[in-house]
């Protein structure tokens, strides 16, 4: 479940009785596995009784993810820091790989441990490693397509519109300014060659260029949103950490909404 599953079943009354400072805070905390669902007081016993198997899982998803990002560390260390940068995008600095994700720097040591001024959290950490370390690499095409048209994207096209595009597509229909608001938060581009209300493209790294296209409602028709990539991406980046970094993105999103409700 992601936070915005999560924080759909909580009573969303923010009582802090579960010391986060609200409902949302919290959902994000069980997704994280800092926080056991059984742990809101104020928590329905039967919604407990439906959801809580699946949330208690999350804990052994970090620890996966602390294992895939230990393995990852390992193969940086054998990495040519200086081809590898200019490969990818990055920059070398003082014996460091620098990374810009949606306007942010991110500096990669040689220990594969990373810093930045923003807060680093696993699904930019493993994703960004991981495209430092992929076998192979190509620039920018110019290319855009869908997530199913990338290599393995077919297997995992039912995760990727459930937890990416439908909940992005709610939250633009909830909040219609937000689109246009992450051109500015994440150093994006509006796009005026594609036909829809709201087009905009993301780097969430260097070479993994993203195109988000949203209609929205006009008299019968609904709305309707679909995130296309650049035809590298599938070159650059396993397909699990493309959805990853998606779906990390939407839960972002959907924190940054609660500012315009």
């Not at 040519?80 to 720097?105: C, M, P, W």
């Not at 633009?172 to 051109?183: E, G, M, R, S, V």
């Not at 260029?209 to 409602?217: F, H, R, S």
């Amino acid at each position: 479940m992601t936070p915005l599953e999560i924080y759909k079943i909580l009573p969303q009354s923010n009582c802090r009785k579960c010391m986060l400072p609200s409902c949302l805070a919290f959902a994000a905390a069980v997704v994280a596995g800092q926080k056991q669902l059984a742990e809101c007081s104020e928590l329905d016993s039967a919604v407990l009784a439906r959801y809580g198997q699946e949330c208690t899982t999350k804990a052994e998803s970090a620890s996966v993810q602390a294992a895939f990002v230990e393995k990852m560390q390992q193969q940086v260390a054998e990495l040519d820091f200086a081809v590898v940068a200019h490969e990818r995008g990055g920059q070398f600095y003082d014996n460091t790989i620098v990374i810009n994700s949606l306007g942010k720097d991110f500096v990669v040591d040689r220990h594969g441990q990373m810093r930045s001024q923003c807060h680093i959290i696993p699904w930019v950490q493993a994703p960004i490693l991981s495209y430092l370390t992929y076998e192979s690499h190509k620039p920018v095409a110019g290319r855009w397509i869908s997530f199913r048209e990338l290599k393995g994207g077919i297997d995992w096209q039912g995760l990727f519109t459930s937890r990416c595009e439908m909940p992005l597509k709610e939250l633009a229909d909830a909040n219609p300014d937000l689109l246009t608001d992450l051109i500015d938060l994440f150093m994006g581009k509006s796009v005026q060659w594609y036909q829809a209300d709201i087009a905009l493209i993301l780097h969430p790294l260097p070479h993994i260029p993203i195109l988000i296209c949203y209609q929205a409602e006009d008299e019968d028709l609904s709305s309707d949103l679909t995130i296309f990539f650049d035809a590298c991406c599938a070159d650059n980046l396993h397909i699990k950490s493309i959805y990853t970094l998606c779906a990390g993105l939407v839960q972002m999103f959907a924190s940054i909404s609660q500012y315009h409700l």
